[in-house]
């Protein structure tokens, strides 16, 4: 398990991170976005628990068929944010979820080497032919190789 350090470098994207009681982090991001509606997210890398906090700085006229600016963009993006830190903060100091460890590496399988019969004098490396002998070179050959690496009876 890696539990986050102030050392660690945060993803470019968060804004906020708090620390969970068992070492999993809350980030809070808030997504550059076009459009009428933002939002600012806090997710938990413990449980993966997320809270969307939406902004809009507009919202229908009168009318019912206009948009109409209602407030400034940067005050509903604070609101937002500040919405989103105080649950992230409640949620850190009570979350038990450990974070998720890495996925461990693949282990290599080291490649066969196939038996191709008592009259080969092929030179065989890590499952591969790097020189092959002059009975090897027909098709007939190769077909009772494939079958005999298959488990199928051949010759």
Known sequence: MSIASPAQAWPEEVIARYLTVAGATVDITA?????????????????????????????????????????????????????????????????????????????????????PGEDCRCVWRGGICVETCPGHTTDAWMSRLLARLNGRAGR
């Open 31 to 115: 997504p550059v976005a076009s459009g009428r509606y933002q939002r600012a997210v806090a997710a938990c890398t413990g449980c993966t628990t997320t809270r969307d906090y939406e902004w809009a700085t507009y919202r229908w006229g009168q009318d019912s068929r206009t948009w109409v600016e209602f407030r400034d963009a940067t005050t509903a993006r604070l609101d937002a944010e500040k919405d989103a830190r105080g649950w992230a903060q409640e949620h850190a100091e009570h979350c038990r979820a450990l974070p998720m460890p890495p996925a461990p590496a693949p282990v290599p399988v080291p490649a066969p080497v196939p038996d």
